[in-house]
């Protein structure tokens, strides 16, 4: 074989376009021009929508759903409500966290604007008028929205139809209004540590309840097609094959007779993860009348109804000797998981990955505990922008770390330095049992510290207290662990948390690469075929990157907790080496030499010694389908399935600088500084993409983000009128910067990075509001950091006139 | 519900058509006229995806019934592509300046880049951000959407120096 071609060594990598170039994003291209294929633009023949019916209470008893009057509103073809469900078992459905959640309200709501009746029409005009014309009786019954009241003896029970549960799928309970405790850690030891602890601190900390809101609302399109018994379901599904399954299980359909197909989707953040009452409905509707039917949820049901995040109460104590070094921590927390358990973790884990809430400290002791329980709110608590639970943990870490160097008269660098598992510790296990991969935390905080000239802005505000001005500095040193996971921790619904790629070679040396996952903004198109044109030779123009249907893609575990990269990117990278390996074989057969005889070079193998004797992958390629050595079968096609052998720990250091305005309570981002390590970096221009998004919701939440409700449950603000999502004009300015520590188990050494910078960027925007008042004592004020919270916080201090 | 005439242009095109007229213009142009661009990312007017041009004006379509929008010239993103069917300098901007990353708000964010730029040729980084404050993104972040701007700005600006 000969070189077609006269590039250099270089050139030829440069053409392939793979891991580490800013490669533009494939995607683009039809989403510029508004050709992007969301579930709302699905528009098939004969197609009617559906809606609901919402319960304006939170807790109440429904005494009678009268449809008849809707039934006759000219275009409204049905109304389901309990009861038409019932002869299917469709009323209630399992969770993810082994509880159930009723579809549609049977005899009680739980929370308000559950779901009480499904409307179905011509259009979504007719469904409306449908929905007004539904009398409903209720009869309203006491709200819990405390959940500190949940377990008192005399709260009222919320779940009548689990009252007598010992247990709804995570352990045992003690309360009625109990759903689970989770404890884990060493208590004697966590307990002796403290008692002859130099230092202790204890701190209440609330990571308020919020809501990932995407831009684009969930939804989706079910098609019956009666003649061959086959269900198609497009969705907003980040897992779509595990909604394949769930559907399967619950609607009692053969999996093989059920499509599972998400288009483009408009975001995720984790609200896309859950099983939703619109599902099933519109499924139901397909089935009932032959139709294919479309449920888009509008803003206020997505802000009100699916998934929440965090609503956890924290109370957080560290031990510490003199120095600030620490001994132990002590961790309680309320979960406030609302009325039905319907969150999103690995089934084994009712608080998800908290305990990494040692973070990036080398810390002897520990024990937490967390007690979940019922309040009639909605169902939920996803992950937003974060592996399972990560971000409540490092939240608290954080932010107990700050108020420990208070307590001890250190500099919240110093203390971090004094604390961090040191680069010599690597592979380190921390006490909660995990095996942290890799990490340098002490450079990339010192790199930060140089950055922003740290010294300088320590001085700068030593001279602004003294003249009364409040300027705050907070840093954020974070560990995350993502890539769930190794199936023997990790498994949803007990189907290991692995993911997959399967590759196919065309003869002419292009490719399409199918994977698990599915991508709601995250770039997949573009930098899983960067991953591959660096281990097959290919370019990655000449890759095809398909995910979300279930009919065409491998089994996976779906795109969320930054996993596409630890785990589907894995997958991707092992199933490339085992065509490698074939092309190998074909390679020495074209070259008339023994395998062993061969070394890879960028994109063909060579004979050693005779660099002008080679085999581009592209020949290769064509061969596979004609050229074979003898015994070998045709093609180039590989699978992988690939269960990780720990999870990823990416890190990084941020720093934020404030400044507040004492008489208005307004607080001024002036610089954010964002050093990540996510290992191997595929696409510089995707993961600085990744971490300006990702501090913008951080920003979103530590400033404004918060779901309330009064005290007959009535959700305040559920709406963009009142829910805060940050404008450009709100939105700070991003300074990035990383450094590279690989992950010695993954492929190709990459550790995800889409959730680090929500993670790491919350504790740093509060650790900097809460640093501008540290020198008047104050070691703690709960998020959000509005203008009247802040300015409450001054009238408090009397520095507010 | 009886049904009126509306008559418009969109993206160059006359179109003629009997509609509700509690039909919105947003659902209009996705459902009658499947423009799927402009999508609905809230009810209350504040996320700015189903952003149009309306007689020279940035619009939400979500909160104009499509009756109001009679004799109208209108622009969706669909029509935003050079005469010859390349991309405009703001698409080209999005794409080159990774001013995107689910694609949910970028064709409002399009629409209202591009009258930005016809009401001000050289706005300033703080200008672009004020003028698209009434667009929502979660993904990005907007410093990537402001450096799109500005990329199609320049270009804009070198075009038009070059043929003067």
Not at chain 1, 109 to 122: D, L, R
Not at chain 1, 227 to 243: D, M, N, S, W
Request: proline fraction near 5%; charge should be negative; aromatic fraction near 8%.
């Amino acid at each position: 074989m000969t070189d077609a071609t006269e590039m250099t060594l270089e050139e030829r990598e440069a053409t392939l376009g793979g891991i580490g170039c800013a490669r533009k994003r494939k995607e683009d291209i039809r989403f510029i021009q508004g050709k992007g294929n969301y579930v709302d633009d699905i528009k098939l023949p004969g197609q009617v929508f559906g809606d609901f019916v919402r319960s304006p209470y939170a807790h109440a008893r429904v005494k009678s759903i009268d449809t008849a009057a809707a039934k006759a509103v000219p275009g409204v073809l049905a109304v389901l409500t309990a009861d038409d469900l019932k002869p299917l078992n469709l009323h209630w459905m399992p969770t993810l966290a082994g509880d159930t959640q009723a579809v549609l309200a049977d005899e009680k709501v739980h929370f308000q604007n559950q779901e009480v009746a499904f409307v179905i029409g011509e259009d979504r005009y007719a469904v409306s008028d449908g929905i007004q014309a539904v009398e409903v009786d209720y009869e309203d019954l006491p709200v819990l929205v405390d959940p500190k009241q949940a377990l008192a003896e005399d709260a009222p029970v919320l779940r009548e139809d689990v009252e007598d549960k010992d247990n709804v799928g995570q352990g045992t309970r003690r309360h009625p209004n109990h759903i689970f405790t989770w404890d884990v850690g060493d208590k004697d030891a966590a307990d002796q540590a403290f008692s002859g602890a130099a230092v202790t601190i204890k701190e209440e900390i609330f990571y308020q309840r919020v809501h990932p809101c995407p831009l684009e609302p969930c939804g989706c399109v079910a098609s019956m097609d009666p003649v061959r018994g086959e269900l198609t379901l497009y969705g907003t599904f980040q897992a779509p094959h595990v909604v394949r399954t769930v559907v399967s299980l619950i609607a009692g359909l053969p999996e093989h007779k059920i499509r599972v197909i998400a288009p483009d989707i408009g975001g995720g953040f984790g609200n896309k993860v859950g099983a939703y009452p619109g599902y099933v409905c519109a499924t139901v509707g397909t089935i009932v009348l032959g139709r294919p039917v479309k449920w888009v949820e509008g803003r206020i049901d997505n802000l009100s109804t699916t998934a929440f995040a965090r609503d956890y109460h924290m109370t957080g104590e560290l031990a510490a000797d003199s120095n600030g070094r620490i001994a132990a921590i002590r961790v309680h927390v309320l979960a406030d998981h609302g009325a039905f358990n319907a969150h999103a973790q690995p089934s084994k884990w009712p608080a998800g990955l908290f305990s990494i809430v040692t973070g990036s400290y080398d810390i002897p002791s520990a024990h937490i505990a967390v007690d979940g329980v019922y309040t009639n709110k909605a169902p939920g608590g996803v992950a937003y922008r974060c592996s399972f639970r990560v971000t409540e943990a490092s939240y608290l870490i954080e932010r107990m770390v700050d108020v420990l160097a208070q307590k001890v008269g250190l500099d919240k660098a110093e203390i971090r330095l004094r604390n961090f598992v040191t680069p010599e510790q690597f592979p380190y296990t921390s006490c909660l049992d995990w095996e942290y991969d890799s990490g340098d935390y002490p450079t990339a905080l010192n790199k930060v510290l140089e950055a922003v000239d740290y010294k300088g802005l320590l001085e700068e505000q030593a001279e602004k207290r003294k003249r009364g001005e409040l300027m705050g500095i907070g840093l954020a040193t974070f560990t995350e662990i993502v890539g769930a996971g190794p199936s023997r921790n990790c498994d949803i619904l007990g189907i290991g948390m692995f993911d997959s790629c399967e590759i196919r070679i065309h003869p002419t040396g292009s490719a399409i690469a199918r994977l698990g996952t599915k991508s709601q903004g995250q770039g997949h198109e573009t930098t899983y075929a960067q991953i591959l044109a660096t281990e097959l030779g290919i370019p990655s123009d000449d890759i095809t990157v398909e995910e979300g249907d279930t009919d065409t893609a491998p089994y996976g575990l779906g795109t969320y907790g930054s996993r596409s990269t630890p785990v589907a990117g894995a997958a991707a990278a092992q199933a490339a080496r085992k065509i490698k390996a074939k092309a190998q074989k074909i390679a020495a057969h074209m070259l008339e030499v023994g395998e062993k005889d061969l070394e890879w070079e960028v994109d063909r193998f060579k004979v050693k010694g005779l660099p002008e004797k080679a085999a581009t992958m592209k020949e290769i390629a064509f061969a596979a389908y004609q050229n074979l050595p003898e015994g070998l079968e045709p093609g180039l096609e590989a699978v992988n399935y690939y269960d990780p052998p720990n999870f990823t720990y990416p890190f990084g250091a941020y720093l934020c600088v404030v400044d507040v305005d004492r008489l208005t309570g307004e607080v001024k981002v002036r610089r954010f500084y964002a050093l990540d390590d996510c290992g191997t970096r595929i696409n510089p221009m995707v993961i600085e993409g990744q971490v300006h998004g990702g501090l913008t919701e951080a920003f979103a939440i530590a400033m404004g983000q918060e779901l309330t409700f009064d005290e007959t449950g009535n959700i305040q603000g559920a709406s963009f009128m009142d829910y805060f999502l940050p404008t450009a004009v709100e939105t700070p300015v991003w300074e990035t910067d990383f450094t590279v520590t690989p992950s010695p188990h993954h492929p190709i050494g990459a550790k995800g990075v889409g959730e680090s910078p929500n993670v790491g960027g919350v504790s740093a925007f509060s650790n900097a509001v809460v640093d501008a008042f540290a020198h008047l004592g104050v070691s703690h004020m709960p998020m959000p950091h509005t203008p009247w919270r802040v300015w409450k916080q001054c009238q408090a201090l009397g520095i507010g006139e | 519900m009886s049904k009126i005439p509306v008559k418009m242009t969109v993206n160059g095109r006359a179109v003629d058509e009997l509609v509700e007229p509690r039909l919105l213009l947003v659902h209009f142009l996705r459902e009658k006229l499947n423009l799927t661009g402009p999508h609905v990312g809230c009810e209350t007017s504040h996320c700015g995806a189903c952003t149009i041009d309306l007689d020279g004006m940035s619009v939400k379509s979500c909160t104009v019934f499509a009756v109001q929008a009679e004799g109208a010239e209108i622009t969706t993103v669909e029509g935003m592509a050079n005469a010859d069917g390349s991309l405009s300098a703001l698409q080209e901007g999005f794409m080159q300046e990774h001013g995107l990353q689910c694609g949910y708000c970028t064709p409002g964010m399009i629409m209202r880049a591009h009258r930005l730029l016809r009401e001000n040729a050289n706005p300033s980084d703080e200008e672009i951000r004020w003028e698209l404050s009434g667009n929502l993104c979660r993904c990005t972040g907007y410093q990537n959407i402001v450096k799109a701007v500005r990329y199609a700005a320049d270009k804009l600006n070198a075009q038009q120096e070059a043929a003067e």
